[in-house]
């Protein structure tokens, strides 16, 4: 089982910048997709941010003119980035690293990342 592990986090002030990788344990072979997602104190996990197949990218709206997500290469030690500007103390979560691989005649399997915490002070 693939391992994803985030790095990056910690605490901001308000405005200020943080950048998360994440780092898979392995290299993941047809990935569909990469991806940011946070929860919120007292929340349900959100999107933050997607990259997919084909260059598409998804923002969250509270996000979008912030935040830069990155598919890194294959061949480097991490899956993706997730660039934070302009942080506001409501993007205060915990953010978690997401891959969607294909495997070939069988469903697509999902790999999730144990969290960093991000805090940004008022």
């Known amino acids: 089982q693939v391992q994803l592990v985030e790095s990056g986090g910690g605490f901001v002030e308000s405005g200020g910048s943080l950048k998360l990788s994440c780092a898979a344990s392995e290299r993941i072979f047809g990935i569909r997709a990469v991806g940011w997602y946070r929860r919120i104190p007292g929340q349900q996990r959100e999107l933050v941010a997607r990259a997919n197949l084909g260059a598409e990218l998804n923002y969250a709206d509270s996000v979008k003119g912030r935040f830069t997500i990155s598919r890194d290469s294959a061949n480097a030690g991490n899956t993706t980035t997730l660039e934070m500007t302009a942080l506001r103390p409501e993007d205060t979560a915990v953010y978690f690293c997401?891959?969607?691989?294909?495997?070939?005649?069988?469903?697509?399997?999902?790999?999730w990342g144990q969290g960093t915490q991000v805090t940004v002070s008022s």
């Open positions: 997401y891959v969607l691989q294909q495997i070939p005649l069988g469903r697509p399997l999902e790999h």
